[in-house]
């Protein structure tokens, strides 16, 4: 985890598993009010943060290894220069639960930033012929 994340912030933590389910890699992913934080690496460490108010979509993905040993994957596309809009939060356990409390933390970041989701579909409001679609 970040050392500049306080505790107290962090609202969910989870360490991307292997293929059989056991914690042996060194990419964590953090979630706390307003921000999905992503660190991997051993040697040279990366960390990414993606702030929740630009997440648009949350999909759950889960393979036959993974249904067996219980993991599973969160595709989060969203608004966001660092990750080309497209994250994986890769290999984690009680997937369904993360994917709820994610849902939920982005829906009250969204709140908190007075965020909608028409401010997500683009500036052209118009069909082809120049109407409004309002």
């Known amino acids: 985890m970040n050392a500049?994340?306080?505790?107290?912030?962090?609202?969910?933590s989870e360490r991307k598993r292997?293929?059989?389910?056991?914690?042996?890699?060194?990419?964590?992913?953090?979630?706390?009010?307003?921000?999905?934080?992503?660190?991997?690496g051993f040697l040279r460490q990366k960390y990414d943060t993606v702030k929740l108010f630009r997440i648009t979509d949350l999909t759950v993905t889960r393979g036959l290894l993974q249904r067996i040993f219980g993991l599973g994957t969160i595709i989060v596309e969203g608004f966001d220069q660092s990750t080309g809009g497209h994250l994986e939060i890769k290999n984690i356990r009680h997937v369904f639960n993360a994917k709820r409390l994610i849902d939920r933390t982005v829906d009250g970041a969204r709140s908190v930033n007075r965020v909608t989701s028409r401010e997500y579909m683009g500036t052209d409001f118009n069909d082809k012929e120049g109407n409004s679609n309002w």
């Open 18 to 40: 292997n293929w059989c389910g056991t914690p042996f890699t060194f990419t964590t992913y953090t979630l706390t009010d307003d921000s999905l934080i992503v660190k991997s």
């Open 4 to 12: 500049s994340i306080d505790p107290e912030e962090v609202m969910w």
